[in-house]
């Protein structure tokens, strides 16, 4: 149920800059358990269908992108910080406030007393309490096999529809698979599971 409450959390942090998004393009690695298991497709099939999700998995592992060096930024800042006693982390919480207070990019110069904070690539992070997960939803789906071929899910109208690969062709992007510019590689949208 985390996956979901992150999700509606990015979506809604994604409209306040950009009010006019419409269609998602969520790339993660490919863990069964975690991202291309039944209930994540249940959660993305049964969402409002007020924005286009797309789910593009790297493989069926745990992968590595650019995403993971920022995690990995910050798990290693805030160690350093406890274990010098610069820090107490004690909760979620006095996780997100530290970071909040200390780790959020843009840094101004007269913000930061690091040098260092000015150097970033990234060019903004915040931090985002989600304290509020349904634990109790009841997903009503049935198993779905052969999840680590699938490399694309995307819902259109009422079902979701697999690839065996990603594509991001015109005639892809707008749904029209039967004219993929790929279409030698890459399968056409078949459904995987619908309402």
């Known amino acids: 149920m985390l996956i979901k409450a992150v999700t509606d959390a990015v979506i809604e942090h994604l409209r306040d800059q950009i009010p006019q998004l419409h269609t998602l393009t969520i790339f993660s690695d490919g863990c069964a358990a975690q991202y291309k298991s039944k209930t994540p497709f249940w959660f993305l099939l049964n969402r409002p269908e007020d924005i286009d999700i797309r789910r593009c998995s790297f493989g069926s592992r745990h992968g590595k992108s650019p995403c993971d060096s920022s ?5 290693g800042l805030v160690s350093c910080d406890v274990k010098t006693s610069t820090c107490i982390i004690q909760n979620a919480k006095s996780m997100y406030e530290y970071c909040s207070s200390f780790y959020q990019l843009p840094v101004l110069p007269s913000q930061s007393a690091n040098a260092c ?3 970033h ?3 903004k992070r915040s931090f985002h309490l989600i304290s509020d997960v349904d634990r109790e939803v009841v997903v009503n ?3 779905v096999k052969g999840t680590r071929h699938l490399h694309e899910i995307r819902r259109f109208g009422g079902s979701l529809l697999k690839r065996n690969l990603s594509c991001f062709c015109k ?3 707008g749904g029209n698979f039967s004219s ?3 279409k030698k590689f890459v399968t056409s949208g078949r459904p995987l599971m619908s309402e």
């Not at 995690?71 to 798990?75: C, L, N, P, R």
């Open 71 to 75: 995690g990995g930024v910050i798990k």
């Open 180 to 182: 993929c510019e790929n």
């Open 117 to 119: 904070d000015l150097c």
């Open 121 to 123: 690539s990234q060019v």
């Open 141 to 143: 789906a049935k198993i």
């Open 171 to 173: 005639p892809c992007e």
